[in-house]
């Protein structure tokens, strides 16, 4: 009898540690033109449902804030009335903030991250859709129309204002990153510790999946979109951007133009390298690709440095690919034999 209790009792606690241990769930959606997905670990398959459908509500607000292709976002109803005047105006505490760090990221990159390229990117994307080349006269108006310092910012008031009229910001290097950020800080809020976020390849992650100390993440090589890396990225608790010219990009005169505009000349970079960088901050790791994308690779490492960030770029060179990568960079590469076990 005794021995039936105690086989039950087990039986009992068995079911409640395999009921208790936390499961994996994925949703994706489509948002800002591509898959959004968001991996999270928990007991309970109602929660799990709640959070994801609150995180992608979270992600379509921010987004309608952020976006230049709608008039009415209010970063382009701000753009379209803030040089009318000199005078400051309030701004949503999201879009504030987003301004803010773009700020101090083109301070501290000197001028290689700039969001007030907004004109020239509307230029070269209707180039890339129409398949026209633009005139140099076009590409030269454009240029004259950027600037961030007469983007000025009021932390007190959270207020801001554009010194010149015709500049058109644009957050397309920064908002993924930024976005992620914002669901995955919704996400530990609630209690989740391990998670996924990728936007559209800007991945963010916290904690690991049971079993296993990281997180694996795969890297592109920059001329094929299903060729990777031998080595992945095993991420716990940091974040992982890739940009480069694999998807967005128009040839002319045989040259190949990236999407990435070199804000001193207004045209795309035509060096065929793909840059990865891995940092603790989301928003960090989104617009350094960007910037160490245009910087000579010198000063490169030291922004990365200064940033406690590391970064991998893949250049084809003659149709060789070449390397070049931040000193602790290497830390976070492994081999897998499989490419099942790749978030």
């Not at 301070?107 to 026209?132: E, N, P």
């Not at 080349?133 to 007190?156: C, E, F, H, I």
């Amino acid at each position: 009898m005794i021995q039936k209790l105690i086989f039950s009792l087990l039986l009992l606690i068995a079911a409640y540690y395999s009921y208790a241990q936390p499961k994996r769930f994925e949703y994706v959606e489509n948002k800002m033109a591509s898959p959004f997905t968001i991996i999270l670990y928990h007991e309970d398959s109602s929660t799990a449902n709640r959070l994801a459908r609150e995180s992608f509500l979270l992600v379509d607000s921010l987004a309608a804030i952020f976006t230049d292709y709608d008039e009415n976002s209010e970063l382009n109803r701000f753009c379209a009335t803030a040089s009318n005047t000199a005078m400051y105006r309030p701004l949503s505490p999201a879009l504030f903030d987003i301004l803010l760090r773009s700020k101090r990221a083109w301070q501290v990159s000197k001028g290689s991250f700039d969001i007030s390229l907004g004109g020239l990117t509307k230029l070269w994307r209707m180039a890339r859709k129409t398949d026209q080349w633009p005139s140099p006269d076009s590409v030269a108006a454009a240029l004259n129309q950027t600037g961030m310092k007469y983007l000025q910012l009021d932390p007190r008031t959270q207020s801001a204002r554009l010194l010149k009229p015709g500049i058109q910001l644009d957050l397309g290097g920064i908002a993924q990153g930024y976005i992620g950020d914002q669901v995955m800080r919704f996400l530990q809020s609630q209690g989740i510790t391990t998670a996924l976020i990728d936007v559209s390849g800007d991945i963010t992650v916290r904690g690991h999946p049971p079993g296993k100390s990281g997180w694996v993440v795969a890297i592109n090589t920059p001329h094929h979109e299903e060729e990777w890396l031998h080595d992945h990225l095993y991420l716990q608790d940091h974040s992982v951007t890739s940009s480069g010219d694999l998807y967005q990009y128009m040839e002319h005169e045989g040259k190949r133009y990236s999407h990435i505009i070199n804000p001193k000349t207004g045209y795309g970079l035509t060096a065929r390298k793909s840059v990865t960088v891995v940092a603790k901050d989301p928003v960090v790791a989104d617009w350094l690709t960007k910037a160490i994308s245009i910087l000579p690779l010198k000063k490169a490492r030291k922004l990365a440095k200064k940033l406690d960030a590391e970064f991998l770029i893949a250049e084809l060179e003659m149709d060789e690919l070449k390397f070049h990568h931040s000193k602790g960079f290497a830390n976070f590469m492994k081999t897998f034999a499989s490419k099942e076990e790749v978030h």
